[in-house]
């Protein structure tokens, strides 16, 4: 009983003394907490907002802005919780801190009094949806009077508190959830981001539901935390940037964001139609097998026969269809192609003039709100926009220049006498500039007497360029040399072009398809695939063959012959070089 007593006399004092210690680490755990980042980062966003962020049919979160937040996370090396939920409920959560950080929400004015932004990732734009049939609707002002259903807590909700457009509206959790509302003959209207409305009519079969009017109000979308939360809004802002630099943010906007592809066939399909084909054909060999082997033989040939037949005449099909969209979209997609490639210079130049009262302004006074971004982001992003969306401009007419040239039919006469010596020095022309930039040591030899060669001057001009041009990308450095040279070949009775490089070879798996439609070694650097396929059906046409030799590490050639045109035809080019 004694002991006991001792005991309770010494328990106090050691409780208290514990108390105290753990009032201070509390508090100093306190104080960390807001100097750092949590060990976990709760990050909110939409549960129906296709394809940027939605719970998938097993309830996980999936889109766009789910896989780059984790590839964010990862390069950062921070462990993310991503909660998706009503869009509202997400918005109070970063507003009473059950949620660090949104992984996409629309930058404002308004929410800027709230919300600290970080550089978009995104540019989301909003449609007007009516049921089938209803009147184009030019904007919200034709939406007076009318009952128009929005997302609570979404960005047109924001808008319509401080613009009275005269509207009754009906306010909804979900984007769906208002395209349903709309789809079952209730109210006017929808106000629904452009691509989500699109992808969720599609997905919830809503064949009655379409966007009437142009898509608007584009804003920039990305990360958003709570006001003065700089520490966690810099490292998201610094991972989404090393995830654009390493290409990693294109490959998950393709993804996601790029053109959906085809429905690829069930595997129940797969087999039905295997079964269609391989059961027949099974049937038909084992009775060639019972009747004889020479029958078998026999058959066997024809069926490869009528197979090759077939898939010329699919090919010819695919080729037909090609030229036909081709020859129809091409124009209307270089127009606004053009303006972007004229019109983009002009804007930086803009830019650039009006920088420097934008930066006294900034000296002066300090950071301040552009366009819904603050300045100082501003003023590092938008020279790299301006460049990234003229690079893009000039590589969509790049493409379609290349279709061009691939589906055109030329009905041009190939029956003109070629001096091969004159289609080389006129190539070496028209990419002298490319040359000077590729290599220092260029040389062109043409043989004396060649013979000339029947077809078309300028298609051939074509196939020597194309050559040119892909000897230069394949040097790795300007020391490396590239050599054109004519000759002709008596036994064969071809004249020959060739073009030697001191490049990087092409693998041997490769050799076989580089005159295949679409197929390239370089579409990292803007290659379409269609150069070499042009060129064969200029060779083929002529005639002629396309020749290939390379060893990786060492270079390439390619050698163009040709049928030589009738005796006594020769050129009058004489040999020379060049460098």
Same mark, same amino acid.
């Given at each position: 009983m004694?002991?006991?007593?001792?005991s309770k006399?010494?328990l106090?004092?050691?409780?208290l003394? !514990?108390s105290l210690?753990?009032?201070s680490?509390?508090?100093?755990a306190?104080? %960390?907490?807001a100097a750092?980042?949590?060990?976990?980062?709760v990050?909110?966003?939409?549960?129906?907002?296709?394809p940027?962020?939605?719970?998938?049919?097993?309830g996980?979160?999936a889109g766009?802005?789910?896989?780059?937040?984790?590839?964010?996370?990862e390069?950062m090396g921070?462990?993310?919780?991503i909660r998706?939920?009503?869009?509202?409920?997400m918005?109070?959560g970063?507003?009473?801190?059950s949620?660090d950080i949104?992984?996409g929400?629309?930058?404002?004015?308004a929410?800027?009094?709230t919300?600290?932004f970080?550089p978009?990732?995104?540019?989301? $734009?909003?449609?007007?949806f %009516?049921?089938r049939? %209803?009147?184009p609707?030019?904007?919200l002002e034709?939406l007076?009077?009318?009952?128009?259903i929005?997302?609570?807590?979404?960005n047109m909700?924001?808008?319509?508190?401080?613009?009275d457009?005269?509207?009754k509206?009906f306010?909804?959790?979900?984007h769906?959830d208002?395209?349903?509302?709309?789809?079952?003959?209730k109210?006017?209207y929808a106000l629904?981001?452009?691509?989500?409305?699109?992808?969720?009519?599609?997905?919830l079969?809503?064949?009655?539901i379409?966007?009437?009017?142009?898509?608007f109000?584009g804003g920039y979308?990305?990360?958003?935390? +709570?006001?003065?939360?700089?520490?966690l809004?810099?490292?998201f802002?610094q991972?989404?940037?090393?995830?654009?630099?390493?290409?990693?943010y294109?490959?998950?906007?393709? +993804?996601w964001l790029?053109?959906l592809?085809?429905?690829?066939?069930s595997l129940?399909?797969?087999?039905?139609?295997?079964?269609?084909v391989?059961?027949? !054909?099974l049937l038909?060999?084992g009775?060639?097998?019972?009747?004889?082997?020479?029958?078998?033989?026999?058959?066997?040939q024809?069926?490869?026969?009528?197979?090759?037949?077939q898939q010329?005449?699919?090919?010819?099909?695919?080729?037909a269809?090609?030229?036909?969209l081709?020859?129809?979209?091409?124009h209307e997609?270089n127009n606004p192609?053009?303006?972007i490639?004229?019109?983009i210079p002009v804007? +930086?130049?803009?830019?650039q003039?009006?920088q420097?009262?934008?930066?006294?302004r900034f000296?002066?006074?300090g950071?301040f709100?552009?366009?819904g971004i603050?300045?100082s982001q501003?003023?590092d992003?938008?020279?790299?926009?301006f460049?990234?969306? $003229?690079?893009?401009?000039?590589?969509?007419k790049?493409?379609?220049?290349?279709?061009k040239?691939?589906a055109?039919k030329?009905d041009?006469d190939?029956n003109?006498s070629?001096?091969?010596?004159v289609?080389?020095?006129?190539s070496?022309r028209?990419v002298?500039?490319?040359?000077?930039k590729?290599?220092?040591?260029f040389?062109?030899?043409?043989?004396d007497?060649?013979?000339?060669?029947?077809?078309n001057?300028q298609r051939?001009e074509q196939v020597?360029v194309?050559l040119?041009l892909n000897a230069?990308q394949a040097?790795?450095s300007?020391d490396?040399?590239?050599r054109?040279?004519?000759?002709?070949?008596?036994d064969?009775g071809e004249?020959?072009?060739?073009v030697?490089?001191?490049?990087i070879?092409?693998p041997a798996?490769h050799?076989? $398809?580089?005159?295949?439609?679409?197929f390239?070694?370089?579409?990292?650097q803007?290659g379409?695939g269609?150069? !070499?396929?042009?060129?064969?059906?200029i060779?083929?046409?002529?005639q002629?063959?396309l020749?290939f030799?390379?060893?990786?590490g060492?270079?390439t050639?390619v050698?163009? %012959?040709?049928p030589?045109?009738a005796?006594g035809?020769?050129s009058?080019a004489?040999?020379?070089?060049g460098?």
């Amino acid at each position: 009983m004694r002991h006991w007593l001792v005991s309770k006399k010494l328990l106090f004092p050691l409780v208290l003394a !514990l108390s105290l210690v753990a009032g201070s680490v509390s508090c100093w755990a306190g104080q %960390a907490a807001a100097a750092h980042p949590p060990t976990v980062v709760v990050v909110g966003g939409d549960k129906n907002f296709p394809p940027y962020e939605f719970l998938d049919k097993n309830g996980q979160p999936a889109g766009f802005n789910v896989e780059l937040t984790r590839a964010i996370a990862e390069v950062m090396g921070i462990k993310v919780e991503i909660r998706l939920g009503n869009w509202d409920d997400m918005r109070h959560g970063l507003e009473n801190g059950s949620i660090d950080i949104l992984e996409g929400i629309t930058s404002s004015e308004a929410r800027s009094k709230t919300v600290d932004f970080s550089p978009p990732h995104n540019i989301i $734009h909003t449609s007007i949806f %009516a049921r089938r049939g %209803a009147q184009p609707v030019s904007g919200l002002e034709a939406l007076r009077g009318k009952e128009v259903i929005v997302q609570k807590g979404g960005n047109m909700h924001d808008y319509l508190l401080t613009h009275d457009i005269g509207a009754k509206l009906f306010f909804v959790d979900t984007h769906a959830d208002a395209l349903r509302l709309l789809s079952s003959g209730k109210h006017d209207y929808a106000l629904v981001g452009n691509l989500p409305g699109l992808y969720l009519g599609r997905e919830l079969g809503l064949s009655n539901i379409v966007a009437v009017g142009h898509p608007f109000a584009g804003g920039y979308y990305g990360y958003g935390v +709570k006001k003065g939360n700089a520490e966690l809004l810099s490292t998201f802002s610094q991972g989404l940037a090393i995830v654009k630099n390493t290409g990693r943010y294109q490959k998950i906007y393709d +993804k996601w964001l790029g053109v959906l592809e085809p429905q690829q066939p069930s595997l129940g399909k797969i087999l039905r139609y295997l079964a269609m084909v391989v059961v027949p !054909l099974l049937l038909v060999l084992g009775g060639t097998v019972i009747w004889s082997r020479t029958l078998q033989r026999r058959v066997a040939q024809a069926t490869a026969e009528l197979q090759q037949h077939q898939q010329q005449l699919i090919q010819a099909d695919k080729m037909a269809s090609l030229g036909i969209l081709v020859s129809g979209v091409a124009h209307e997609i270089n127009n606004p192609t053009g303006l972007i490639l004229l019109n983009i210079p002009v804007l +930086k130049k803009l830019f650039q003039s009006a920088q420097s009262s934008l930066e006294e302004r900034f000296e002066e006074h300090g950071d301040f709100m552009i366009g819904g971004i603050r300045y100082s982001q501003v003023r590092d992003e938008a020279p790299r926009m301006f460049d990234e969306m $003229h690079d893009g401009a000039r590589r969509i007419k790049r493409i379609v220049d290349d279709l061009k040239d691939f589906a055109r039919k030329d009905d041009s006469d190939l029956n003109e006498s070629v001096d091969l010596n004159v289609v080389v020095a006129a190539s070496v022309r028209l990419v002298e500039n490319s040359i000077k930039k590729a290599t220092r040591r260029f040389e062109v030899s043409c043989a004396d007497g060649l013979p000339r060669c029947r077809g078309n001057a300028q298609r051939i001009e074509q196939v020597v360029v194309n050559l040119i041009l892909n000897a230069c990308q394949a040097l790795p450095s300007p020391d490396k040399g590239i050599r054109v040279a004519t000759s002709f070949d008596q036994d064969a009775g071809e004249v020959l072009v060739s073009v030697s490089d001191e490049g990087i070879g092409i693998p041997a798996e490769h050799v076989s $398809h580089l005159t295949d439609p679409f197929f390239t070694t370089k579409r990292d650097q803007g290659g379409t695939g269609l150069g !070499l396929s042009v060129s064969a059906g200029i060779v083929k046409d002529h005639q002629g063959r396309l020749l290939f030799s390379s060893a990786v590490g060492e270079g390439t050639t390619v050698t163009v %012959a040709l049928p030589a045109g009738a005796a006594g035809e020769k050129s009058l080019a004489g040999k020379g070089d060049g460098a």
